[in-house]
């Protein structure tokens, strides 16, 4: 383990602890084992947040903030193939969850998350529009809808989401409009695509 590994080991360990202690929950608390991603990802420490998605979403498997929030630390933490096998596995299961349940919302917003990594744009903006049709006021939705213009650098359509998060989620709502403001900029948005031939094949 080197210096860095040891560092962010002990700032996963500590904010485990302090989290639990300040909030009360269980250790099989998908929404602890989140927070304490969010806060080893912005340490940096990638290693440990991608732990901490995984047994969030482990624990419930519906958890799409985390689900969005894991892609962006496979990304920085240069998980490839990792992230590729696990996003085509999220794809595979959502297909055979929405031919069993149809009006399954969330099986098509984690399509949709997943189309987008392998840069599927159409793709996830259909999956994605599948799921506000089924669930019209899930201001994840717009979120993440959102996200995938702004990837598109589709400034017009970005902002519309922006507009409707405006009445669901002000928090989203203004964490999209930092993002939509890089459309056009020499800043990179956060995730960008690892696989961009192989949504075809999904």
Do not use: W
């Not at 996963?12 to 998908?30: C, E, Q, V």
């Not at 989140?34 to 991608?50: D, L, T, V």
């Not at 596995?89 to 149809?102: D, F, G, H, N, T």
């Not at 989401?161 to 669901?168: A, C, G, I, N, P």
Request: aromatic content about 10%; glycine content about 8%; hydrophobic content about 40%.
């Amino acid at each position: 383990m080197n210096e860095n590994q040891g560092i962010c080991s002990h700032i996963r360990k500590k904010a485990a602890n302090a989290f639990t202690k300040a909030t009360h929950l269980s250790p099989g608390d998908a929404t602890t084992h989140f927070q304490i991603g969010k806060g080893c990802f912005h340490m940096r420490c990638y290693e440990e947040a991608i732990q901490s998605f995984e047994e969030a979403i482990r624990i419930d498997p519906n958890f799409i903030e985390a689900l969005g929030e894991l892609s962006k630390a496979y990304i920085l933490g240069g998980h490839r193939q990792k992230s590729v096998d696990f996003f085509t596995e999220v794809i595979k299961k959502s297909k055979e969850a929405i031919s069993i349940q149809p009006d399954n919302f969330q099986a098509y917003a984690r399509m949709g998350i997943a189309y987008e990594y392998f840069a599927g744009h159409e793709k996830a903006v259909n999956a994605l529009k599948e799921a506000l049709h089924i669930d019209p006021d899930n201001a994840y939705l717009h979120y993440y809808l959102g996200l995938v213009f702004v990837m598109q650098a589709d400034r017009k359509s970005a902002q519309g989401e922006y507009r409707t998060l405006q009445t669901l989620n002000m928090g989203l709502a203004e964490s999209l409009a930092g993002s939509i403001s890089t459309i056009g900029t020499e800043q990179d948005f956060i995730i960008s695509p690892l696989c961009k031939g192989c949504v075809d094949k999904l």
